[in-house]
């Protein structure tokens, strides 16, 4: 006969509650192969351990937000995890999710069927670092916008091989201005042998007029400077796109990491001049780098 548990924790890690025992309980009990088990937790420091990867990729992708020129650039290449409690992610093929993102699991949502994990549901705050915009000759005049770091929040969930993310991020978008982004994506992740992990996933992500206005829209001041029509970019989609990545461990502390991902722009980002006159809806990025793991079971 299978049992139903539902237990409130303050960390990931699931446990079996039975009379009289604390239900914060930091302890996992064995649990049999016919017991079903949901768990509740706030995300705190664990005993689960840190695993992951750092180190460093190249990646080359457009010169900025929708031209169609390409330019190289080194990025950190990170995926650091204790799980229920924090993550910290490097570069990926997925230019709306930054150059690096620092996120805490504050609160946990898990099923587990005997030892097996079926479902997790986490959300919390996090730390984005964004990539601005240099203007090189197509944009001359159009004026720069600097890195920026903004607090954010996310949502994930995992079933099986699948998972899927929400995330909202602030962005600096020139002009004493914060521009909102919101990203969606989903995943497949599929492991052919010990050493190899393949990822297939789609995304699309939409953005306030302020983010579509800095990155997209063209003041009369501007086009009187680069000879751009004058546009003012609204809210609405900004992007679809694509990703398929790979992670092939060489050795237990090497790790080689690929990914390739496409992104359409859509709407008023594709609308812009600076997108219909001098750039391309079509946006190509490419990454490729070696990592040091560590933690890994």
Known sequence: MKSLIVVFTTTAALAIALPGQNLFAQE???????????????????????????????????????????SANLMPLADIRQQGFFFLKGATANPNYGIATLGWNALNFGYTE????????????????????????????????????????????????????????????????????????????????????????????????????????????QAAATGLTAFSAGSGMKDVGIQIGATYEISDKIVLVGDVGYQRLLDEAADSPIVANTGSQNQFRVLIGAAYQFGRQ
């Open 114 to 221: 005997g030892l097996e994990q079926r479902f997790m549901l986490s959300a919390g705050p996090m730390l984005r670092v964004h990539q601005g915009r240099d203007p090189d000759d197509a944009l001359r005049g159009l004026g720069e916008i600097d890195d920026s770091v903004a607090i954010g929040a996310f949502l994930e969930a995992s079933a099986g091989p699948w998972s899927a993310e929400f995330t909202y991020s602030p962005q600096d978008v020139g002009g004493a201005q914060d521009g909102e982004l919101m990203t969606f994506s989903t995943d497949l992740t599929a492991q052919p042998n010990d050493r190899l992990d393949l990822t297939f996933g789609v995304s699309a992500s939409w953005a306030d007029d302020n983010f579509m206005q800095g990155f997209f829209g063209v003041t009369p001041a």
């Open 28 to 70: 996992t009990p064995a649990a049999g192969a016919g017991t079903r088990t949901v768990s509740v937790g706030v995300g705190l420091p664990n005993g689960t351990g840190v695993a992951g990867y750092i180190g460093l990729a190249a990646v080359a992708s457009p010169d900025y937000p929708g031209s169609d020129g390409q």
